[in-house]
């Protein structure tokens, strides 16, 4: 059974920090790319973080520069989210992405259930 469960999500203050976990079990965790989302209310969902397989690129959405670093441990099958400096418009529900990708398709792509992050004083 293939699962991504996302923890680590909760309140914090602005200013703050907290670290969001990711674990995959029932696929080849190692082979394949790791991101996060997120999704406020109303809003469409969007790329934050993403990592390839080996952990030798990382990417970001501008407005989390400087502030959240992703990183994987696949003897662990685990990604994570390191988010610093918390504002207000970071609250969203942030979920755990995987896939593949063969130079034409999709492939192995995962979504976890995702986890509440809220910033507020």
């Known amino acids: 059974q293939v699962q ?10 602005p200013g703050g920090s907290l670290r969001l976990s990711c674990a995959g079990s029932g ?3 190692s082979s394949l790319r790791m991101s996060w989302y997120r999704q406020a ?4 969902r969007e790329l934050v973080a993403g990592i ?17 670093t992703i990183s994987r441990d ?3 099958n685990t990604v994570s989210l390191q988010m610093n400096s918390l504002k207000p418009e970071d609250t969203a529900v942030y979920y755990c992405y995987c896939n593949g ?6 492939y192995s792509n995962y979504w976890g259930q995702g986890t509440q992050v809220t910033v507020s004083s």
């Open 101 to 106: 990708w063969d130079g034409r398709r999709l």
């Open 4 to 13: 991504l469960v996302e923890s680590g999500g909760g309140l914090v203050q």
């Open 27 to 29: 696929f080849s965790f």
């Open 41 to 44: 209310p109303g809003k469409e």
């Open 52 to 68: 390839t397989s080996a952990g030798g690129t990382t990417n970001y959405a501008d407005s989390v520069k400087g502030r959240f």
């Open 74 to 76: 696949n003897a662990e």
